[in-house]
C-alpha cells in the first residue's frame, strides 16, 4: 500500500492510497475542504502540482499510473493563488535521483573520499557495521552512567563555551541540546546542493559510527534512514569559522532531523522538514544528553566539499595531461622534452607521472603521428609545452597530499568530549578545530590552480599566428569572424580570478565565543573557495581543449596519433567545428560537461596502459 503526502492551504495530511487504482481526483475529494469547494462538498473543484517539479497532473489518471509511493503533490483550490517557488533555495533542489540499490558500510574507519562522491550523487545507501553499533552503544552505556551517577561533566550537564562552568539540571537536559541546535542554526547564504548535504550528512554519521560520540543507536539509525531516504536539510552555506567544528552547517543538519525548518527529498522538493519525514515515514529524532553536542562538533564541511573539490582536482589533474599533449602536437612541438631519463634525474613522483602520461598519447615507437612526422626543425618547445611536467606534476603530488589528510579527517573522531567507553571516561580535547583540512584546501586551490594559468598560456599560443603559424584565432577569414578571440578572453578572466581566491584563508584567524574559542582556522571558506578554483580550471582547460580540436583542423588530411584522434572524435561528438563564429558557450559548456565526466581520460585509458606495459617490458 503506497502513501501520498497532501499539502492543503498550507497543512500536510498523509493519504494510504490502497492499490492505486484509485483517480488523484478521488484523492483530491477526501482532502480538499468544503467550504473552499464550487458545488458542495461532493464536488470540489480543484487542481493538483507535483511538489518535485511543479507539473500539473491529471485528475482523472490512476495515482498509481501518476505518482510513486511517498510522493508530495500540492492540492490548489479554484480562486487560490499557486505559483512555482523560486529562488536559490529552490532552484537548487530540483536534480535528478534514482533510489540506489547498492549500500556501503560505514564503520567510523574506511570511508573514502571517492566513496563520499559516490554517496553524494545518491548512488549509494548506508548501513553500520556490527563493529560500529557495538562501539556506539558501549559509548552510550558511558553517557547514560554519567546522568544516573549525577556527575557534573562537559557537554553532556552543562552548558557551552563560555558557560562550559554552568551546571544543568537533569529536567532540562533535552531543552538544552534542543536549545543548542536551535541558537546554532545561525548560518546564511544559499544552501548547501542535495548532493553536497548528501555528503555532508554521510561524513556525520561515518564520524558517530566511529563510537566515541556518545550519540545513542536510536538517534543514529534515524540519520541513517534519512540519509538513505534523501531527507536532507537545509544547509546554508555561509557562517562556519571551522574551530570548534563547522557549527552552523552541521546545527541546521541536525535541525531538520529533529523535524524544524525545511528539508528536501526527490519527492517533496523542499518542504516543512516534518512533513517531509513523515511523508517518508519517518519520525523526527528527540534528542537526549550530548546528542546536540555530539551532532555538530567537527569539520565535516569543510571535509566533504574538500572531498568534491580533491576528487574533481583529480579527475581534471589527468585529463590536464592529455590535452597539454594535444596542444602540443596541434603546435608540431616535440615529445622529447618527455623522456624518461630526463624525470628519472629529478624524481618527483607527479612529475614522472605527468611525463608518462603524455608521451604515452604523442608520437612514439607504439603510436605515429603523420603530423610531425618525426621531424622538428627548432631548438626547443615554449616553456609552457616543454615544463608540463614540472608545472602539472606538482599539481598531482599537490593532491595526494590533501587526499591523504581529507582521508584521516573523514575517519577521524572530532567530538568535544571523547568518549573512552573501555576506561568509561569523558576527557575534552580539540579534535573537533579544522585547521588540517583548511590548511589542505588552500594547498588544493594554489596547486591545481596551476593548470589553468599554463593552459591559458597555450591557448593564447594556439590563438596567436606569430607562435602558432595557424590562423589568427583559430578561424577562417578572420575579420568577419572572431573565432577563440573571446574564449580566450574568458580563460583570461576565470585565471585571474583564481589568483584572488587562491589567496589563503587558514592564515585568518578571528576569536570567537568570548575569547574562549581565540584560534579558529577559516576552513569553510577554504573548502568553499576551493572548490570554485577547480571549477574554474575546468572551464579553462575545457576551452583548451577545444581550441587544441580546432587547431587539429588545420592539420587535416594528416592525422596524428591513435589516442589522440580519440579525443578529437569524442569532441566532435558534441562540438562541430567552427567554420564560421556562432555562439561559443554551449560548447565550452559541453566540452566541461565532458571533462567532468572524465570522458577524455576514459578515451585514452587503453592507449596509456598498451604503453605502460611496452615500456615495462622494453625496461626488463
Known amino acids: 500500500m503506497s502513501q501520498v503526502s497532501i499539502r492543503v492551504g498550507g497543512e500536510w495530511v498523509v493519504k494510504m492510497c490502497g492499490d492505486g487504482n484509485q483517480t488523484l481526483r478521488k484523492l483530491g475529494q477526501s482532502c480538499a475542504h468544503p467550504s473552499k469547494t464550487k458545488g458542495g462538498a461532493d464536488q470540489p473543484s480543484f487542481w493538483v502540482r507535483r511538489c518535485a517539479d511543479g507539473a500539473l497532473l491529471d485528475l482523472d489518471k490512476p495515482i498509481g499510473k501518476v505518482l510513486r509511493n511517498n510522493d508530495f503533490v500540492d492540492l490548489v483550490m479554484d480562486g487560490d493563488c499557486w505559483s512555482p517557488p ?3 533555495v529552490f532552484a537548487c533542489g530540483q536534480t535528478e535521483w534514482k533510489e540506489p540499490t547498492e549500500y556501503i558500510a560505514l564503520d567510523g574507519e574506511s570511508l573514502t573520499t571517492c566513496d563520499l562522491v559516490r554517496l553524494g550523487k545518491g548512488l549509494l545507501k548506508i548501513k553500520l557495521t556490527e563493529k560500529a553499533i557495538k562501539k556506539v552503544n558501549d559509548a552510550r552505556d558511558v553517557i547514560e552512567l554519567i546522568i544516573k551517577e549525577n556527575r557534573v561533566v562537559y557537554g553532556i550537564n552543562t552548558g557551552f563555551g563560555r558557560f562550559a562552568q554552568t551546571a544543568i539540571s537533569n529536567n532540562q537536559l533535552k531543552e538544552l541540546q534542543d536549545n543548542l541546535i536551535r541558537s546554532h542554526s545561525a548560518g546564511v547564504g544559499n544552501p548547501l546542493s542535495p548532493e553536497r548535504t548528501r555528503m555532508l550528512l554521510a ?6 559510527a566511529k563510537g566515541f560520540s556518545g550519540v545513542s543507536m536510536e538517534t543514529l539509525q534515524a540519520t541513517v534512514a534519512a540519509f538513505n531516504a534523501s531527507c ?78 580533491l576528487e574533481r582536482a583529480q579527475a581534471i589533474a589527468r585529463q590536464a595531461d592529455i590535452i597539454a599533449a594535444l596542444t602540443l602536437e596541434s603546435l608540431k612541438g616535440t615529445p622529447k622534452a618527455f623522456d624518461k631519463d630526463i624525470h628519472a634525474s629529478k624524481p618527483q613522483p607527479g612529475q614522472i607521472e605527468v611525463a608518462f602520461r603524455m608521451r604515452s598519447v604523442l608520437p612514439s615507437d607504439l603510436y605515429s603521428s603523420e603530423i610531425t612526422g618525426g621531424s622538428y626543425d627548432r631548438v626547443q618547445d615554449a616553456y609552457t609545452l616543454r615544463c608540463c611536467p614540472q608545472v602539472h606534476g606538482i599539481a598531482n603530488d599537490t593532491i595526494d597530499f590533501v587526499k591523504k589528510i581529507l582521508t584521516t579527517e573523514l575517519n577521524s573522531a572530532t567530538d568535544n568530549p571523547l568518549v573512552f567507553a573501555e576506561r568509561g571516561i569523558t576527557i575534552s580535547g580539540g579534535n573537533f578545530h579544522g585547521e588540517y583540512p583548511a590548511k589542505a584546501m588552500d594547498f588544493l586551490a594554489i596547486g591545481v590552480h596551476e593548470l589553468a594559468n599554463i593552459s591559458e598560456r597555450r591557448i593564447e599560443r594556439l590563438c596567436n599566428p606569430s607562435l602558432s603559424e595557424l ?45 574562549t574559542e581565540d584560534h579558529v582556522s577559516m576552513g569553510g571558506w577554504a573548502a568553499r573557495k576551493a572548490l570554485r578554483v577547480v571549477q574554474h580550471v575546468e572551464q579553462v582547460l575545457a576551452i583548451e581543449l577545444l581550441a587544441a580540436c580546432q587547431a587539429l583542423e588545420f592539420r587535416r588530411p594528416q592525422k596524428t596519433t591513435p589516442p589522440l584522434e580519440q579525443v578529437h572524435k569524442l569532441v566532435r561528438s558534441v562540438v562541430r567545428p567552427w567554420d564560421k563564429d556562432r555562439a561559443m558557450s554551449p560548447d565550452i559548456e559541453a566540452a566541461h560537461k565532458l571533462l567532468l565526466e572524465e570522458k577524455v581520460w576514459e578515451a585514452v585509458r587503453p592507449y596509456v596502459e598498451k604503453y605502460r606495459q611496452m615500456e615495462q617490458k622494453t625496461a626488463l
Not at 561524513?203 to 558517530?208: A, T
Not at 584565432?473 to 573571446?486: C, P, Q, T
Not at 580563460?491 to 584563508?505: I, Y
Open 232 to 309: 536532507l536539510s537545509w544547509v546554508p552555506e555561509q557562517g562556519t569559522v571551522g574551530a570548534c567544528g563547522d557549527l552552523a552547517p552541521l546545527a541546521h543538519l541536525a535541525q531538520g532531523l529533529m523535524g524544524e525548518g525545511l528539508m528536501w527529498s526527490p519527492q517533496s522538493g523542499w518542504a516543512d522538514a516534518t512533513a517531509v519525514l513523515q511523508g517518508h515515514g519517518l519520525t523526527p529524532i528527540t534528542l537526549k544528553a550530548k546528542e546536540g553536542l555530539a551532532l555538530i562538533n567537527g569539520a565535516q564541511m569543510i571535509s566533504s566539499l574538500g572531498s568534491e573539490a
Open 203 to 208: 561524513v556525520r554519521i561515518n564520524v558517530l
Open 471 to 515: 590562423p589568427a584565432f583559430l578561424v577562417k577569414e578572420g575579420g568577419i569572424n572572431s573565432g577563440f578571440m573571446i574564449a580566450h578572453c574568458t580563460a583570461a578572466a576565470l585565471v585571474s580570478e583564481n589568483k584572488v581566491l587562491c589567496h589563503p584563508s587558514s592564515v585568518d584567524s578571528l576569536s570567537t565565543s568570548a575569547g
Open 86 to 88: 523560486i529562488g536559490p
